[in-house]
């Protein structure tokens, strides 16, 4: 099992950062962290990489409903999803699968609320490879 669902897009980062932030809220996604990967690498180790994003997105509901059923989900939460430039014209979006990082969690209930959460963020990969910018 794959611990990622991704797809590829055409465009720039921030076209595509912007498209994946609009896919996310269709699917009750709000980003509440973003991390510039580049940016930080730079500014701290003096190294230069690739554009390089990751969003930290979160279904409050959904984030509840796992944080009743298991108080230590948390250290998962929120759901990353990455947005990182291959080559000029060329972007990878890849949204972690709950699914496969919850499996060590003896939680049935919590599985299930995973599959929806993955549901989702399938779906949000689904739509961007659809509408692919030419």
Not at 35 to 41: A, F, G
Not at 58 to 72: F, R, T, V, Y
Request: negative net charge; contains cysteine; proline residues 4%.
């Amino acid at each position: 099992m794959s611990y990622y669902i991704s797809t590829m897009l055409n465009g720039d980062i921030a076209d595509a950062s912007a498209r994946v932030e609009v896919a996310l809220k269709q699917e009750g996604f709000g980003v509440i962290s973003r991390i510039d990967i580049r940016e930080t690498l730079k500014a701290k180790i003096g190294v230069d990489f690739r554009p390089y994003l990751i969003l930290g997105a979160c279904n409050p509901k959904l984030a509840h409903e796992a944080l009743q059923l298991e108080d230590k989900v948390g250290t998962m939460l929120p759901c990353n999803v990455v947005v990182q430039q291959l080559s000029p014209g060329v972007i990878e979006v890849a949204a972690i699968d709950p699914v496969a990082s919850m499996q060590a969690i003896a939680n049935p209930a919590l599985q299930q609320a995973a599959q929806e959460v993955r549901s989702r963020l399938a779906s949000v990969i689904e739509c961007l490879g659809q509408t692919r910018a030419t």
